[in-house]
């Protein structure tokens, strides 16, 4: 009878299932891990090129699509050109946590959920699963250099091969009134190094070293690295000394620097700062010593104990803080060199470069390196800032601009659904479909 319910069909149900879902989703992480990079623009650092609210899609097979279960990709079509944007993994923060290889072994990646780490040696009353929620972060960037390239920054204007670049690419601005000596303004002339060059630790400067510290962690990803830094004062080590008279630029990315010399010297900023004012007052050594050998800061107490997964958030450590370091000693070394006494004493900071818990004197370069700037000029945190980026961080070329919202005054609100009238009008309808290369 038409009335009798049909008999359950278990067979029919798992061809229903396998069809319908487990096939569907399959397929769609194939794609989402060999083919397309989904990404959203968080800030104004491509400006106006790339907008705040932009959701791009882009090619991973182009620059090589990553290999399952390694640390290798599959050959791509090409390399990253100058001109291209490129989404990469942000060199500034660990891959592990703690950017310790040994100790964490990578689960899987949740997507929009972040990725998960099975944590070896938990401390007592911790879990062994670890929730790196918002990282390792991506970034998008445009090439504005590749391996042999020379590049230099002057009063904000980059030069390429000697050639300084009179128009932005895209539609990139300029924003500053004023020019100083940040990375932003300035960068004496340098080569991004190519596949077989050797760097000797001891020939480059603090923050030179620094930006060679990040080759090594992007192309040793399983294997630990580390920065030692040891003052020595008339062939004594003193890592606890205190500079007396501690100078330094004010400058976006030396807010910790600035952090730590007004919390130190109980300071109370009396009139209004601006870029490039001088701040001096006690700073310790054992700070720079401690930040360089971490690399990265933790955001969340790595101590903290219970629950059934550990939270763990990292803020990049920016590299010019070693050339206030460094500025400093040589003031200081100038000051004893100025005073009667023959004997003063000399300061020299020493360098240690591990690698998996070995030193090392110097280190070829195994892989392609590339330069990237943000469109924005004067509002992108870029390789100014933190270095090259390594051919293995490269994760994919931009393609197409597939949504656009605009919302920067919040007023369109997702739980609150008297807001979202005002969803087709947030809407950048003109810039969907775009082609990246072409805006």
Not at 142 to 169: I, W
Not at 200 to 215: A, C, F, K, N, T
Not at 236 to 249: G, I, L, R, S
Not at 309 to 319: D, K
């Amino acid at each position: 009878m038409d009335s009798e319910k049909k008999k359950f069909s278990g067979k029919k149900f798992f061809k229903g299932l396998l069809r319908e879902i487990v096939v569907p989703v399959f397929l769609a992480l194939i794609v989402i891990q060999y083919v397309i990079q989904a990404f959203q623009i968080p800030s104004g650092s491509m400006e106006d090129s790339l907008k705040t609210g932009d959701f791009l899609l882009g090619l991973k097979f182009t620059y090589g699509s990553p290999i399952p279960f390694s640390n290798k990709k599959f050959p791509g079509f090409t390399d990253p050109a100058v001109g291209d944007v490129v989404i990469f993994r942000y060199p500034g923060e660990p891959e592990y946590p703690d950017g310790d290889p040994e100790r964490y072994t990578h689960l899987f990646n949740a997507l929009m959920f972040g990725n998960f780490y099975w944590d070896h040696n938990p401390e007592e009353g911790q879990p062994h699963l670890v929730h790196y929620a918002d990282g390792p972060k991506d970034y998008i960037k445009r090439c504005v250099g590749v391996s042999g390239d020379t590049l230099a920054v002057h009063q904000g204007r980059l030069y390429v091969n000697g050639v300084r670049q009179e128009v932005l690419p895209g539609h990139g601005k300029w924003t500053a009134a004023g020019r100083t000596l940040s990375p932003r303004d300035e960068r004496k002339t340098f080569v991004v190094p190519s596949v077989g060059d050797t760097i000797y630790v001891d020939s480059v400067s603090l923050e030179q070293l620094w930006w060679l510290r990040s080759i090594v962690a992007q192309e040793n990803p399983d294997e630990a690295v580390e920065l030692d830094l040891t003052l020595w004062k008339d062939g004594v080590e003193t890592n606890n000394y205190d500079f007396e008279d501690f100078k330094m630029p004010v400058e976006n990315d030396r807010g910790l620097a600035m952090n730590e010399l007004f919390r130190r010297n109980r300071q109370v900023v009396q009139h209004r700062l601006v870029q490039g004012d001088t701040i001096s007052g006690v700073m310790s050594f054992a700070f720079f010593k401690e930040l360089s050998r971490m690399a990265y800061l933790p955001m969340l107490d790595p101590h903290a104990k219970g629950g059934m997964t550990r939270q763990v958030s990292y803020i990049g450590f920016e590299g010019s803080l070693l050339q206030d370091l460094e500025g400093n000693v040589a003031m200081l070394n100038r000051t004893q060199d100025d005073s009667e006494e023959a004997t003063a004493p000399k300061f020299e900071i020493r360098r240690k470069l591990s690698l998996g818990g070995k030193p090392m004197d110097y280190y070829v370069v195994k892989t392609p390196q590339y330069f990237m700037m943000g469109d924005n000029r004067d509002n992108s945190a870029d390789s100014r800032y933190w270095g090259f980026v390594s051919q293995r961080n490269i994760k994919a070329k931009a393609l197409v601009i597939y949504f656009s919202f605009e919302n920067e005054d919040g007023a369109f609100k997702l739980g609150n659904p008297f807001t979202w009238w005002r969803l087709p009008f947030r809407i950048r309808w003109t810039r969907l479909g775009k082609v990246i290369p072409l805006i």
